[in-house]
């Protein structure tokens, strides 16, 4: 009982650390008037809610979170990213999750990279887009192992709100391999990002 006592309170401090993180950036976003031109493109950094469904061999599970979890262990993996805008038009997006639980004395450590390149089809204001992605999951503790790679794609739409937030609505597609062999990743999601 002790454990899961830990494990609850290891899961509320990243959960209540994320969100004062998310609250900080989308104040700052908000409140902090970039010094550029409109039309050239800044970066972008944020992270997302949202709901992710994981089905594999006929069972399915659901993960609703803020921020949003990616990849087959969806729970323990909320997404950070980057987006730097190659031109206008084109982003290309790095995202990373890392989190560590521990629990009777054994530790288990998570780590998500993906990598995401995407079209804007109206830059410098509100737009649809599309994107392609490659991502990596890694999740290690006890002397073991499970790792595997994923590819798919995200439709959305980006708002711009004082051309300090970037807000996305979107929907992915992902499939996993190797240990994750024959797993389906769908997610909905809100992503919040301050354009700097």
């Known amino acids: 009982m002790r454990a899961v006592a830990r494990a609850v309170r290891s899961l509320t401090a990243v959960f209540s650390g ?26 972008e950094i944020g992270t997302s809610a949202g709901v992710t469904i994981i089905s594999a061999f006929g069972d399915s599970d659901t993960h609703v979170g803020i921020p949003g979890g990616v990849g087959p262990l969806t729970t323990f993996s909320p997404i950070l990213y980057a987006t730097i805008f190659a031109t206008p038009s084109v982003m290309v997006e790095p995202q990373i999750s890392v989190s560590s639980t521990s629990s009777s004395g054994s530790t288990l450590t998570f780590l998500t990279l993906v990598g995401q390149v995407g079209y804007l089809f109206r830059p410098g204001e509100a737009s649809p887009y599309m994107a392609a992605s490659g991502a990596f999951q890694r999740v290690s503790g006890s002397g073991s192992s499970v790792s595997g790679p994923g590819i798919g794609g995200e439709i959305g739409y980006r708002f711009i709100v004082k051309s300090a937030l970037g807000i996305r609505v979107n929907g992915r597609y992902r499939r996993w391999f190797s240990d994750f062999s024959d797993t389906n990743e769908i997610g909905f999601g809100v992503a919040l990002g301050a354009i700097l």
């Open 18 to 43: 994320t969100v004062v993180g998310l609250v900080l950036v989308c104040a700052a976003a908000l409140t902090s008037e970039p010094a550029r031109a409109q039309d050239t493109p800044g970066v």
